[in-house]
Structure formats: structure tokens, C-alpha cells
């Protein structure tokens, strides 16, 4: 589903496609993030972007949640209730600092037993270059500064990625 808003700020420009935003997005980002960090594999879902590093289940997300008309640009870590719970107190030890270097508006929380995030929510309109600009710059802070401390939190990896099963379509695989 392609999710196109019209823009209500005239100098916004004209509204983007989901696919759109997210491409400005991911170039925008490789572009402001440090050079260290360009790494980065990028996976653009019909509703959300995600950024990962070496694990995918700890993963940067853009999601525009047009039920609440919020874009929500965080850190997710989606590993498990055990690295959840470590992410978790290893980030809210540090909480005063990074939200002095990120702003007061950034968040820690847990959702579940095994899903939290850190993030800002911005509102989803106008959903235009302007904006797509805006998240990007908001992503690659959020990158520039947890990025370094997952790599230093050394959080083991809960679950073990097991190779792709080959999935059967009508009777046949398909490679």
C-alpha cells in the first residue's frame, strides 16, 4: 500500500509515495551519517524502513503510523526478552546523557517482554521531501550516537539466525 498525504506546508513541496520517502531517507542518511557508520543494509517494507547493522532483529526503523498520524525513527530491539531486558538497562543507565545529546523529546521504553525501543515521534504530515529530509537527519543522529554504544554494550545475540527456509509456492520451490 502506497501511502501519499498532500502537503499542508506550500515550501514542503510535492507529497511522496511511502517508497519515495524511504528512499530520501536511506540517502539522506548515508549521507549525513558518519563514515564509520555508512555500513548500513536498508529493507523497505510496504509500511516501514529498516536499518541494521549485524544483527536484524536490533534494527533502526522509520515507521509512518498513519492511524496515529505520527512517524516513529528509533532503535528496536526485537532479539528477545533476555537482550530486550539488557538493551533496555543498558540504555536507561545512560538515559540523562543521551537525552542531553539527542533532546529531551527522544524516549526509552518496553513494549512487550521481548520488544523495546528507543525513539522521537514526529507528525506524519506533510509527508514530503522536507520531511523525508527532517527523519533522515533524525535517523542519523540517532545512528551517530546508539549505534557505537550497541557495538559497546557487547549484548549477545539471543536468537541465532537459521538459514532461509525455501519456501513452496503451488506445489514447487522456488529458489
Do not use: C
Not at 529493507?43 to 524502513?49: K, R
Amino acid at each position: 500500500m502506497l501511502l501519499t498525504v498532500v502537503p499542508s506546508n506550500p515550501e514542503g513541496g510535492s507529497a511522496l509515495t511511502r517508497r519515495a520517502f524511504f528512499d530520501r531517507v536511506v540517502t539522506g542518511v548515508r549521507r549525513d551519517v558518519a563514515p564509520e557508520l555508512n555500513g548500513f543494509r536498508a529493507n523497505a517494507y510496504g509500511h516501514l524502513l529498516k536499518i541494521h547493522y549485524d544483527n536484524e532483529r536490533v534494527h533502526f526503523e522509520v515507521w509512518p503510523d498513519s492511524h496515529r498520524g505520527r512517524i516513529e525513527i528509533g532503535l528496536h530491539f526485537e532479539d528477545g526478552p533476555v537482550s530486550t531486558a539488557a538493551y533496555l538497562r543498558y540504555f536507561d543507565a545512560r538515559i540523562v546523557e543521551l537525552k542531553h545529546l539527542l533532546g529531551t523529546e527522544v524516549e526509552l521504553e518496553r513494549w512487550t517482554v521481548s520488544w523495546g525501543h528507543f525513539y522521537y515521534l514526529v507528525p506524519l504530515a506533510p509527508f514530503d521531501l522536507a520531511k523525508a529530509n527532517r527523519v533522515a537527519k533524525l535517523l542519523a543522529s540517532l545512528i551517530d550516537v546508539l549505534e557505537p554504544l550497541v557495538r559497546q554494550a557487547a549484548v549477545p545475540r539471543e536468537r541465532v539466525d537459521q538459514p532461509a527456509e525455501r519456501r513452496r509456492f503451488y506445489g514447487r520451490s522456488r529458489s
